[in-house]
């Protein structure tokens, strides 16, 4: 079956660097876009970023414009989210995503704390 299974995550400074991995199976990676999301206590779930099925376009959420880089490698039917710059606002729970034939599929979230 589809899955997808996110790690990565961790306590970091504010100004630290964390890289998110989401691994997928059960489905042809290469044809689906991918996305991650994040979620913050008491807040609703919101896209961060997202990536074509092939990796040539990509889309961020203004708040971390520059900061935040998604990546894919679809020979290990892997996404990336390369965080920088990292701010206590960013603490949340992050998800990745992919809309899988007419329902979407998550993963069980990984932790990002960012705190001094």
């Known amino acids: 079956q589809v899955q997808l299974v996110e790690s990565g995550g961790g306590l970091v400074q504010p100004g630290g660097s964390l890289r998110l991995s989401c691994a997928a199976s059960g489905f042809t990676f290469g044809n689906y876009a991918m996305m991650w999301y994040r979620q913050a206590p008491g807040k609703e779930r919101e896209l961060v970023a997202g990536i074509s099925g092939g990796g040539g376009v990509t889309n961020y959420a203004d708040s971390v414009k520059g900061r935040f880089t998604i990546s894919r490698d679809n020979a290990k039917n892997t996404v990336y989210l390369q965080m920088n710059s990292l701010q206590p606002e960013d603490t949340a729970v992050y998800y990745c995503?992919?809309?899988?034939?007419?329902?979407?599929?998550w993963g069980q979230g990984t932790q990002v704390t960012v705190s001094s």
């Open positions: 995503k992919v809309r899988y034939l007419v329902r979407d599929v």
